[in-house]
């Protein structure tokens, strides 16, 4: 079946620190890769994506690059921020006609001042 | 983008009693889908919300427990019936922009119930 992993949380780092989410994903055809955020008490919000392998998502300074060859789809951020502190979902997307997600268990982090 | 409008935000709800979440959007939708997050979990899809006919649901829900609605293209309903402590959740709708981009979603603010 079609599965997303995420790095175990939660994850603290102080300001300016180097950020990595790991996130590996199982999946029948082709997927679709997602990172969403939700920062305190707001909903979900696409934060980047990646449609097909090697490609690379960013926003916000940060970065995943879709690795088909580890099926993986790891979160960067070079100097995170206060404002970075939230939950962070992977996702991935395999029915292109329903557009269903399926989502990793999430992973929390705190920056710190 | 969309603006996604979820009712109630929260609400405490007893055992045994139904409660209805509305979910309007202001732009044209494709696709809305009901998700689920119980406490520290991730997401989990309920089902898709089909404009004018009975809702897909996923392995595990079933339409007795969470009727949906949607009767146009903005506007769906989900209820979730005979509610006990195990549903506490925080339920958020989910949709398609019409013209969106492959597998881009976009998502209300949630609503979060707790039920005694």
């Known amino acids: 079946g079609n599965s997303v992993t995420q790095m175990e949380g939660p994850v603290t780092l102080s300001e300016e620190a180097f950020l990595t989410i790991n996130c590996t994903y199982t999946?029948?055809?082709?997927?679709?890769l997602f990172w969403y955020v939700q920062y305190p008490g707001e909903g979900l919000q696409l934060l980047l994506k990646a449609t097909k392998a090697d490609d690379k998502g960013s926003n916000k300074g940060f970065e995943a690059t879709y690795r088909k060859e580890t099926t993986s789809f790891h979160l960067e951020k070079g100097s995170v921020q206060v404002s970075d502190s939230a939950v962070y979902f992977c996702?991935?997307?395999?029915?292109?006609?329903?557009?269903?997600?399926?989502f990793g268990q999430g992973t929390r982090l705190t920056i710190n001042p | 983008s969309a603006v996604i409008s979820q009712k109630p935000s929260r609400d405490i709800c007893q055992r045994g009693t139904s409660l209805t979440i509305q979910c309007q959007v202001d732009s044209q939708v494709t696709m809305m889908f009901w998700y689920r997050q119980q406490p520290g979990q991730s997401l989990t899809l309920i089902a898709t919300a089909n404009q004018g006919s009975e809702a897909t649901y996923e392995s595990g829900f079933v339409i007795d427990k969470f009727p949906i609605s949607r009767p146009n293209l903005t506007f769906s309903t989900l209820t979730v019936s005979n509610m006990s402590p195990e549903d506490s959740s925080i339920y958020l709708c989910?949709?398609?922009?019409?013209?969106?981009?492959?597998?881009?979603?976009?998502f209300g603010e949630g609503s979060r119930l707790t039920v005694l």
């Open positions: 989910s949709v398609r922009l019409a013209g969106g981009n492959t597998g881009e979603l976009f």
């Open positions: 996702a991935l997307s395999v029915n292109q006609g329903a557009q269903k997600l399926v």
């Open positions: 999946a029948t055809g082709y997927p679709s």
